[in-house]
């Protein structure tokens, strides 16, 4: 789990998205996989979270982005590119340029199936040249 420092910048991130949503931040005490802040990380937990820390500082921007139709939302821009495919949990411009990640919140919702939602996380890494 994320250090309270590193949820807060992720929520608020969050939050701040395309569609200005508010993120209520949910109390895991108690439930199954929480693990109190205060004990002692093993090295594998303590590697995590140095490499979710990492995560967290290069994420610049997270949208949330919901539509009604296929799976892909291709031709939609966002933060400057254009979504042209989506693959594993990777973005990429129709030229084949890799630009953010996402998660998939909701496929095939809704009453008519056709309702989906994606979180995109763009990232402060160099993206590589054209040439």
């Known amino acids: 789990m994320p250090s309270d420092e590193v949820r807060d910048v992720l929520l608020r991130k969050?939050?701040?998205?395309a569609t200005n949503r508010p993120v209520t931040p949910v109390?895991?005490?108690?439930?199954?996989?929480?693990?109190?802040?205060?004990a002692p990380l093993s090295h594998q937990e303590?590697?995590?979270?140095?490499?979710?820390?990492?995560?967290?500082q290069l994420v610049t921007t997270v949208y949330e982005l919901s539509w009604k139709g296929p799976r892909i939302p291709k031709g939609v821009k966002i933060g400057g590119f254009?979504?042209?495919?989506?693959?594993?949990?990777?973005?990429?411009?129709?030229?084949?340029g890799h630009?953010?990640?996402?998660e998939r919140v909701e496929e095939n919702g809704g009453a008519a199936g056709?309702?989906?939602?994606?979180?995109?996380?763009?990232t402060s890494l160099p993206r590589p040249s054209k040439d």
């Open 114 to 122: 056709d309702e989906q939602k994606i979180r995109v996380y763009l």
């Open 82 to 96: 254009t979504i042209g495919f989506a693959n594993r949990g990777a973005l990429a411009e129709p030229d084949g």
């Open 46 to 56: 303590a590697a995590l979270q140095r490499i979710r820390e990492r995560v967290a």
């Open 99 to 102: 630009f953010a990640t996402y």
């Open 27 to 38: 109390d895991l005490t108690g439930k199954p996989g929480y693990k109190d802040a205060t």
């Open 14 to 17: 969050i939050s701040s998205g």
